[in-house]
């Protein structure tokens, strides 16, 4: 994948978006506001010149297919004659790919997402998820990292795993950070979570987390863009499967 694959998707654990402290507005009023924010905040990265990648039919320099180019990015009167270069041909552009998803099979589990270019400023995203989304500043941050490969883990190690993970995140108001696959251990994150939120133990205290995935591995990324406003998606992941958040 070319230069654009360092966009990145956020999707989060939604359910926690609920405080006392905040003012209760109106759904059209939220996304009004939030998609306002959005516009004037987030953008991403597009290509903006086509150039087809040598011995790949249909697959741009950018790593990207011709059909998710823009008419002007095909024909480029701007461009022409010139030699393909990320610095020049790789623009930031408004975001478009932002709003509620539900993932088909796992209930009616409503979370939120957002495609942004890897230039963001953490700040804009601090604020995204703190004043447009709600979320309570967290008193610790929890990195997940580790291979993608899926690995065997015993059941005795996977059970202590999930309740140190689990109970940590609950009772110090962290957030849980992964790549947001699942695939890994970013598979054992999603999957603790998963349960913690569907047991009566969950009640307790919600936990959220956050999945930072580049734009170009998401499954089906076609159907959460919505050019001209915060959108809800109902997304069907893999037989089986469940996403991290």
């Not at 930031?92 to 796992?106: H, K, N, S, V």
Request: aromatic share 10%.
């Amino acid at each position: 994948m070319g230069e654009l694959a360092e966009d990145v998707e956020l999707v989060l654990d939604s359910s926690v978006a609920k405080s006392g402290r905040y003012c209760s507005l109106s759904p059209s009023f939220h996304r009004c506001s939030l998609s306002c924010w959005v516009k004037e905040n987030i953008t991403k990265k597009e290509c903006c010149f086509y150039v087809e990648e040598d011995g790949r039919e249909g697959i741009c320099m950018c790593g990207y297919p011709k059909v998710q180019h823009t008419d002007e990015a095909i024909k480029p009167e701007e461009f022409m004659r010139e030699r393909w270069d990320p610095h020049r041909h790789i623009r930031e552009a408004p975001t478009d790919a932002y709003g509620d998803i539900r993932f088909g099979g796992i209930g009616q589990k409503t979370s939120k997402y957002i495609r942004v270019s890897s230039n963001t400023r953490v700040d804009l995203l601090y604020q995204l998820m703190t004043e447009q989304w709600k979320l309570h500043p967290p008193n610790l941050l929890i990195s997940v990292t580790g291979g993608a490969k899926n690995f065997y883990m015993k059941t005795h190690l996977k059970d202590k795993f999930r309740r140190w993970l689990t109970k940590v995140a609950q009772s110090t108001g962290a957030w849980i950070l992964t790549g947001g696959t699942h695939t890994g251990v970013m598979k054992h994150v999603g999957m603790a979570v998963r349960d913690y939120t569907q047991s009566s133990s969950s009640l307790k205290g919600q936990i959220v987390t956050i999945g930072v995935a580049t734009w170009g591995v998401i499954h089906n990324r076609e159907a959460l863009v919505h050019p001209e406003v915060s959108c809800y998606s109902c997304y069907t992941s893999f037989p089986g499967d469940h996403p991290t958040s």
